[in-house]
Nanobody
Framework: QVQLVESGGGLVQAGGSLRLSCAASGRTFSSYAMGWFRQAPGKEREFVTTISWSGDSTYYRESVKGRFTISRDNAKNTVYLQMNSLKPEDTAVYYC??????????????????WGQGTQVTVSS
């Protein structure tokens, strides 16, 4: 089990950037795949990106490719989401999640067994 705490959300104008961080507790962080999901009001939680335990493998939803970058620092027990060229449709609560089973990364919500509390990202037009 790891505990996850997101930070870095906020209000930004369209075209701007934000960097989210997710700090994890526990000594086994480096063995987990990590993911970022988001949930807009009235919508289901959706996959954004995932990164393998080593950081060698990443995958993105189509709409964020080329704009968002996931990375991790296992020495700091932290995963990051750099978001550039933000659009109003990126507005959502962003959650980080950890998967102890699918260590090469996974897109499915149910494959993650640890979740953070979320951080709000609002992009104004």
């Amino acid at each position: 089990q790891v505990q996850l705490v997101e930070s870095g959300g906020g209000l930004v104008q369209a075209g701007g950037s934000l960097r989210l961080s997710c700090a994890a507790s526990g000594r086994t962080f480096s063995s987990y795949a990590m993911g970022w999901f988001r949930q807009a009001p009235g919508k289901e939680r959706e996959f954004v990106t995932t990164i393998s335990w080593s950081g060698d493998s990443t995958y993105y939803r189509e709409s964020v490719k080329g704009r968002f970058t996931i990375s991790r620092d296992n020495a700091k027990n932290t995963v990051y989401l750099q978001m550039n060229s933000l659009k109003p449709e990126d507005t959502a609560v962003y959650y980080c999640a950890a998967s102890s089973t699918f260590t090469y990364g996974t897109l499915r919500v149910n494959d993650y067994d640890n979740w953070g509390q979320g951080t709000q990202v609002t992009v104004s037009s």
